[in-house]
């Protein structure tokens, strides 16, 4: 069974055609890149199979799980951090990720013991009992990645993790993604606007330009 798969998915803004007929298949335990322009589909298509948004046609699944009629099934087996974290700057980090984890259905105990491991995993630190006011832009990142963390997901979607981070953030994001890619086996979906990102961390990458890929393959094949 593949982990994501997209066939003939498209997606209409009135006139606007942003998504038009990306056929996909993502293996488990893969990280698969998503390379393209701002405005070339991305994240668009991104919020589809995170459930966000509903196809205007065409199919996908993801968990094995139908996005438009098996909403709820494919949100309890994801991960998501999008460009723009919603992140509420009174809270603590630590308040955050109890919150996350209640609202997964978490049991006090496993939240505990979940939430040392992504505060662990993505190096916040003692910072984690601060006010996310108080927050770097790079460490409201690595929160938002933690808390898409703390359910363990099968599935990680990744929107432009890096974009606007200065280089040593952006070098623990990479270092981060390659850790749970490898530790734990999580299949990564990671769009980015970067060459050498999708370079980096990808086993393979599609190329999206006007809603439609152009070219996929391993990041050796399409160089």
């Given at each position: 069974m593949t982990a994501i798969e997209a066939v003939a998915?498209?997606?209409?803004?009135?006139t606007n055609e942003a998504v038009a007929g990306v056929d996909l298949a993502v293996q488990p335990g893969e990280v698969y890149g998503f390379l393209g322009p701002n405005g070339a589909g991305k994240s668009t298509t991104v919020k589809m199979l995170c459930t966000l948004l509903t196809p205007t046609s065409g199919t996908a699944t993801v968990a094995g799980f139908d996005v438009a009629k098996q909403a709820g099934d494919v949100r309890l087996r994801i991960g998501v951090a999008l460009q723009d974290a919603s992140?509420?700057?009174?809270?603590?980090?630590?308040?955050?990720?109890?919150?996350?984890?209640?609202l997964y259905g978490l049991r006090p105990d496993d939240i505990a013991a979940r939430m040392t491991d992504v505060i662990d995993l993505v190096d916040i630190g003692t910072a984690i009992d601060d006010r996310v006011d108080s927050?770097?832009?790079g460490m409201k990142r690595r929160l938002d990645l933690a808390m898409s963390l703390i359910h363990r997901p099968e599935i990680l979607f990744l929107d432009e993790p890096t974009t606007g981070l200065d280089p040593t953030?952006?070098?623990?994001?990479?270092?981060?993604?390659?850790?749970l890619n490898r530790e734990f086996g999580m299949t990564i979906f990671l769009t980015t606007q970067y060459l050498e990102e999708a370079d980096e961390l990808a086993n393979r990458v599609a190329?999206?330009?006007r809603g439609r890929i152009m070219a996929e393959g391993t990041p050796a094949e399409l160089k």
């Open positions: 998915l498209r997606r209409n803004f009135g992140i509420d700057g009174k809270q603590t980090g630590r308040e955050l990720l109890d919150m996350q984890g209640r927050y770097s832009g953030s952006r070098a623990a994001v990479w270092t981060e993604v390659r850790r190329i999206i330009d």
